[in-house]
C-alpha cells in the first residue's frame, strides 16, 4: 500500500507517492523541499534567488546556493554543446512569448529578433571559486524551466533515501522519478506515455520501469491559440520561433530525472531520425518519439520497458 499527496507548485499539480508505512513528517518533508527549491529555481518569481541573477545581468555577479550553481552549470554546458537545442539563456523568447501565461502574445518579428540577440549562453560568466553567476548584457534571462523539475525530482529522492525511504514516485507534471520497487508483483513501475492526439488519460504505450526517470515533453502541454493557427512552448533558439518539427511528444528513460530533461530539450526539433541516432550512442538513456500522424519510433533498448 502506499499513501499520496497532492501539490501544486511550479505551475503544475505533483504526485508524491511513499510506502504506506512512510512517518508522515517525510511526506510533509517532500512537500516543503517542493516549494523551497521551486522559490530558488522560479524564472517568474521577482522575488526567486534566479530572479536575482537576471535582474543584475550587465550590473554584477550573483553569489547563488550550491544547488543553484550547480544546475546553472550543468544547464550551461549542454547550452554550448555542438548542435545543442537546450538553451538556459532564452529567458527574454520565453517571457516575449509568456506562452502558458494569460497574456501570452505572438510577439513581432522586430521583437523577436531584439530578443535572439539576449540569448547567447557564451555570455554567461560563472566563477566558481566564488559561486557566481554574471550575465555580461542588460536584458538577458535565465531560463532553467527545461531542467528544474527533473533535478528538484533528483534532489527530493535523494534525500528522502537517505532518510530511510525504500521506495516511491514523484510526478511533477509528467515528469516521473521512481526509486525502489513498486507494489507490482514484479517491482516495476507502470508509467503511461500520453497519446498527444488523445486526452490526459489517452495513453499510446505503457513503460515499466524500477528506479528510474520517464520525461516526456511534447507539443500539447503549453499552446497558444490563435485566430490561424497553434504555437507551442517549445522554442528554436536559432529562430525565436516555436520549433517546426512533425514530432508531437519526446520521452526519455533515464536513472536521473535531470538527465531525461536535458536530452528532450537538446534533442526536441529534430527530425526522427538524427534524435534516434544520437539517443542510441548514449548508454545512459532510451527514446520513444510520437509524430503528429501517429508513428512511433523506438530507440534500440526501449523495448525491454514495454
Known sequence: MVKSRQVRAMGTVIDILLPDETPEELMALAETRLHEYEYIFSANDASSELMKVNLNAEIKPVTVRPELFHLIKLGLSHSLSNHSRLNIAIGPLVQTWRIGFSDAKVPSQVEIQQQLALVDPKQVVLDEVQRTVFLTKAGMKLDLGSLAKGYIADLIVAELQQRGVQSGL???????????????????????IRDPSGGEA???????????????????????QTANRSYHHIFDPLTGYPAETEVASLTIVSEKSVTGEIWTTRLFG??????????????????????KDGTEFLSMGLKKYL
Open 170 to 192: 514523484l510526478n511533477l507534471g509528467g515528469n516521473i522519478l521512481t526509486f525502489g520497487a513498486s507494489s507490482h508483483a514484479d517491482g516495476l513501475w507502470r508509467i503511461g
Open 202 to 224: 489517452d495513453w499510446k504505450r505503457l513503460l515499466k520501469i524500477r528506479s528510474q526517470s520517464v520525461v516526456t515533453s511534447g507539443i500539447y502541454e503549453r499552446t497558444l
Open 270 to 291: 529534430y527530425p526522427p531520425a538524427e534524435i534516434l541516432r544520437q539517443v542510441n550512442t548514449l548508454p545512459e538513456i532510451e527514446a520513444l518519439i510520437l509524430l
